[in-house]
């Protein structure tokens, strides 16, 4: 009887530590978290590059963004940067935004050029949100501006086998690709005493994290890649940069297989459901969020990693059971460019083989459903 009196009273200390632990964390959230778009704008008020880290084809995550435009303007923001979006058709988006009338028909051929499979009404709304804004605005006023990060990969050149310096710069033929992001930023933005939103991939946003993988002669056998774009930028411009991450699943290893969870095992989301699942955007860094401890893919080769580690900031829009994958464009690839998208469709190592027509327009209704597969359960 004592034995189990002893238990309960150690089980249930466990539990109130563990209740105060989310009382204090919820609070935080109340007293320092701002809204999404307030929290962004924030920022912009220190730093100069902000790097949105988003997980592919979340609907919520491009409303969100085109929602932002307005307000980025009013506080004296005026580029957002893209990464799925080619420099050599940089001329005819700056053409596209600024025109008396929107053209949906261009507006999806510029988004052709770079990805023959990006065609999600989402991605392209951006264009209309600038364009609706840039139509608003006084004749003589600077407009704003949608900034291609990428250039135009030749995948109709890639030959299939073991990836090697000499095959994959026959793909990208201007070099490594956030080195070219990078570049065009300080080029575009930073070098013109400019302020920019980079919406990119989450691992393109890494700044101070570096990614860990196998290497044979490592301490530990790990080393730590620091060249993804934001990387690259911010040791450079160590104090103009500040990368956040949208909500979002993370992996863990589980066995041979990795397998999507709910970012710190569920305790975020456990947090926004004490704070009523409000849109919210706050600091990881030097904040109580920040300290938690994080056991997924990301703490590969760290010790007592922790969330702060990974981004300065994040952005909760809605629990990830509610996340939507994007919509697909009807007829994006059609009877009239479907050899070119057959030539020039990315990664072919990654996907089963697109042949015909049908194949590709299956590829891009299904890629949204891959992206979001399993969010419903966490």
């Not at 086998?161 to 095959?167: A, S, T």
């Not at 939103?197 to 989450?202: C, F």
């Not at 290893?253 to 975020?268: A, N, R």
């Not at 992206?371 to 359960?377: F, I």
Request: hydrophobic share 35%.
């Amino acid at each position: 009887m004592l034995t189990q009196f002893i238990m309960c009273v150690v089980l249930s200390g466990h539990l109130l530590t563990a209740q105060s632990m989310n009382d204090s964390l919820a609070t935080f959230i109340r007293n320092e978290a701002l809204s999404p778009d307030d929290y962004v704008i924030e920022k912009f008020r220190t730093h100069d590059v902000i790097l949105l880290g988003e997980h592919h084809l979340i609907k919520q995550n491009l409303l969100f963004v085109q929602d932002l435009i307005p307000k980025l303007y009013k506080n004296g923001i005026r580029n957002l940067g893209m990464e799925f979006g080619a420099n050599e058709v940089q001329d005819k988006l700056d053409s596209l935004v600024n025109a008396p009338e929107y053209d949906q028909v261009l507006a999806q051929e510029i988004m052709f050029t770079y990805n023959c499979t990006w065609g999600y009404h989402e991605y392209i709304n951006v264009y209309k949100a600038a364009w609706k804004l840039n139509r608003s605005l006084p004749k003589d006023a600077p407009k704003f501006r949608i900034l291609n990060l990428s250039y135009i990969f030749r995948w109709d050149n890639y030959t299939p086998g073991p990836r090697n310096p000499e095959n994959m710069l026959s793909v990208f033929t201007k070099g490594t690709v956030d080195k070219f992001r990078a570049e065009t930023i300080e080029k575009e933005v930073i070098q013109k005493g400019e302020k920019v939103l980079a919406l990119v991939g989450t691992t393109h946003a890494f700044t101070k994290y570096g990614s860990p993988y196998f290497k044979y002669n490592g301490d530990n056998f790990c080393d730590y890649d620091h060249d993804w774009l934001g990387g690259r930028l911010y040791r450079k411009y160590p104090g103009r940069v500040f990368n956040i991450m949208l909500h979002q699943a993370f992996n863990k290893k589980d066995g041979d297989v990795y397998i999507q969870i709910s970012p710190l095992e569920g305790l975020l989301e456990e947090i926004m459901a004490l704070n009523n699942n409000k849109a919210v955007g706050f600091d990881l860094m030097d904040s109580p969020m920040g300290r938690q401890p994080d056991n997924s893919i990301y703490s590969t080769c760290y010790q007592d990693f922790t969330l702060g580690q990974l981004f300065d900031g994040y952005i909760f829009l809605q629990p990830l059971n509610q996340l939507e994958g994007c919509t697909p464009i009807k007829d994006f690839v059609n009877e009239r460019n479907i050899e070119e998208a057959i030539r020039q469709f990315p990664d072919p190592d990654w996907h089963a083989p697109v042949k015909t027509l049908e194949d590709m327009v299956r590829f891009i209704e299904d890629n949204p459903k891959t992206m979001v597969r399993g969010y419903e359960s966490l």
